[in-house]
T-cell receptor
Framework: GQNIDQPTEMTATEGAIVQINCTYQ??????LFWYQQHAGEAPTFLSY????GLEEKGRFSSFLSRSKGYSYLLLKELQMKDSASYLC???????????FGTGTLLAVQP | NAGVTQTPKFQVLKTGQSMTLQCAQD?????MSWYRQDPGMGLRLIHY???????DQGEVPNGYNVSRSTTEDFPLRLLSAAPSQTSVYFC??????????????FGEGSWLTVV
């Protein structure tokens, strides 16, 4: 079957670094997404990993290991506005479904 | 550049009523999908489509119907609304090209309350 897991909540301090992990199981895999979602808003795209390794985009980086079914999102120099839910999703399987995890609610404290 | 247009934004229904959530995209995307999001939960896939005339069930399809008569439109129908369908609904569209990079575009969401 298909399954995706990420922590429910995390807390971090402004200016620090936080890593949000995501593990997944699927019979077919095309890529892994990370989305940010503020309360009451639609998700916004952060990153998309197809190949193994680290993709860096400003303060945000995303890592993928396809053999381990594992990804993480790294947020550096945390700002208060980074307080949001972070959704991990994989795209693939025999039917090309996009399946989301339940999201990690990140609270950035002063 | 409209992207994904989703209507209505807010709706209150009585139990047993029917309604259609509209979703339209102007990017010629093959893939369109509907999700619902409940408090403390992620996005759960209701139905999806990989092209005009093709639809399939997601994780939570019961109580919902869809059709894809054109590439642009992917309406979601609630035939007989139930309080359990109170949720926020998101429509999304994307290309199916996973090689050159792929982003998924979301509508702004529809807040549905069934009383």
């Amino acid at each position: 079957g298909q399954n995706i897991d990420q922590p429910t909540e995390m807390t971090a301090t402004e200016g620090a670094i936080v890593q949000i992990n995501c593990t997944y199981q699927t019979s077919g895999f095309n890529g892994l997404f990370w989305y940010q979602q503020h309360a009451g808003e639609a998700p916004t795209f952060l990153s998309y990993n197809v190949l193994d390794g680290l993709e860096e985009k400003g303060r945000f980086s995303s890592f993928l290991s396809r053999s381990k079914g594992y990804s993480y999102l790294l947020l550096k120099e945390l700002q208060m506005k980074d307080s949001a839910s972070y959704l991990c999703a994989f795209y693939g399987g025999a039917t090309n479904k996009l399946i989301f995890g339940t999201g990690t609610l990140l609270a950035v404290q002063p | 550049n409209a992207g994904v247009t989703q209507t209505p934004k807010f709706q209150v229904l009585k139990t047993g009523q029917s309604m259609t959530l509209q979703c339209a995209q102007d990017m010629n995307h093959e893939y369109m999908s509907w999700y619902r999001q409940d408090p403390g939960m992620g996005l759960r896939l209701i139905h999806y489509s990989v092209g005009a005339g093709i639809t399939d069930q997601g994780e939570v399809p019961n109580g919902y119907n869809v059709s894809r008569s054109t590439t642009e439109d992917f309406p979601l129908r609630l035939l007989s609304a139930a309080p359990s369908q109170t949720s926020v609904y998101f429509c999304a569209s994307s290309t199916l090209d996973s090689v050159s990079g792929n982003t998924i575009y979301f509508g702004e969401g529809s807040w549905l309350t069934v009383v």
